[in-house]
């Protein structure tokens, strides 16, 4: 068990009266955790959030050493605060760390630090439908040293931000564009890991989508750019003649947790659930054939995301009649009803802080 000291916040800021919107606004305090070769991870604290002082040589800015994770906790009625699934936020991220020559965090060690620090900004965390705390933990490379190797020292860094839906219009179906041009990741590289760069090597074909009026890229496979892939920010799912179908992991692809818990849910429910490759020739064909019934995005910052229009090339694919699909309804609401105490956790998901 971590020894964590807190010092306190002497001037907190006033809590946010109005709009939300997403990542912008962040809590008083935030923990830190200092890794040394040789020592381990040493000097858990939670203190004031503030600025960091860094070496211009630190390796992260040089070398891109550095992972990142993405969760929530939530309130409900009565004031209890959640988290959902942290362990497995946990794992990814030790995952991660291995792929990027980064140290582990003991699992119990990681979630005792979220448990601490949401416990303290417990008034930061918003009740209003569709808001939440996104809990942004991250680990950055700071050996002051110029040279290609990992790095010795480390700092795991978690910040708080009380935000709201990720999409303006929640559950109004996006528009997606499909990439065909620019690739994310390949097999045997880094795209299945949270880690900075992957975002960055996404960035033009995000801006690129943009320009088109689209809200997210789709990315093909690196390798034949025939098979679909994941989203930008979002794992992707399809409904296709019953059947909830979604890309198999690989080492491209995110193991996202509200995927996995998607799967979960409808397989609860009866659907047969299929992890495969997917080619966008089949989900044109499926399209055309009237059996491509329901296409949904899953993430930790939207839940579920609707996708009413898929852009292909010159083949712009109108989804559901460009409505939410009934799927995509019934799994925002168990998610979001789950996270928030409302609704039974039949798989023990929700953490009590």
């Known amino acids: 068990m971590l020894n964590i000291q807190i010092i306190k916040n002497d001037t907190p800021k006033p809590k946010p009266d109005g709009p939300l919107g997403f990542g912008r606004i962040f809590t008083d305090h935030m923990f830190l955790m200092d890794y040394t070769e040789g020592v381990g991870w040493h000097d858990p604290r939670i203190v004031p959030h503030g600025d960091l002082c860094l070496a211009p040589s630190c390796m992260v800015f040089h070398y891109g050493q550095e992972i990142f994770e993405g969760l929530k906790a939530y309130k409900n009625a009565v004031g209890e605060v959640y988290l959902f699934r942290?362990?497995?936020?946990?794992?990814?991220?030790?995952?991660?760390?291995?792929?990027?020559?980064i140290p582990q965090i003991p699992e119990e060690d990681y979630v005792q630090a979220l448990q601490t620090l949401v416990a303290l900004e417990a008034d930061w965390v918003p009740s209003d439908p569709g808001t939440a705390l996104y809990i942004r933990p991250f680990i950055i490379a700071t050996e002051p040293y110029l040279g290609v190797a990992p790095s010795k020292n480390f700092l795991f860094i978690i910040i708080l931000s009380p935000s709201g839906m990720y999409y303006t219009n929640s559950l109004t179906p996006v528009g997606i564009w499909v990439e065909d041009t620019y690739v994310r990741a390949v097999r045997g590289g880094v795209g299945f890991a949270k880690t900075g760069g992957n975002y960055a090597a996404?960035?033009?074909?995000?801006?690129?989508?943009k320009a088109e009026g689209y809200a997210q890229v789709l990315w093909l496979d690196g390798v034949e750019r025939k098979y679909v892939e994941e989203v930008g920010s979002m794992n992707i799912f399809f409904k296709i003649a019953g059947k909830v179908v979604t890309p198999a992991l690989n080492d491209s692809i995110l193991p996202g947790i509200t995927r996995n818990s998607v799967m979960t849910l409808c397989r609860d429910w009866g659907y047969e659930v299929e992890e495969r490759l997917i080619s966008i020739d089949e989900l044109v064909a499926a399209q055309r054939s009237g059996a491509l019934e329901e296409v949904f995005g899953t993430g930790t910052?939207?839940?579920?995301?609707?996708?009413?229009?898929?852009?292909?090339?010159?083949?712009?694919?109108?989804?559901?009649?460009?409505?939410?699909?009934?799927?995509?309804?019934?799994?925002?609401?168990?998610?979001?009803?789950?996270q928030r105490g409302e609704l039974e956790d039949k798989h023990g998901w929700r953490m009590k802080v």
Do not use: F, H
């Open 202 to 209: 996404g960035l033009a074909a995000q801006q690129k989508a």
């Open 86 to 101: 942290p362990e497995m936020n946990a794992r990814r991220t030790n995952a991660t760390g291995e792929r990027m020559c």
């Open 301 to 338: 910052a939207a839940v579920i995301t609707p996708v009413g229009k898929l852009r292909y090339r010159d083949d712009v694919m109108t989804i559901s009649d460009g409505e939410t699909g009934p799927l995509s309804r019934r799994l925002y609401d168990t998610v979001t009803g789950i």
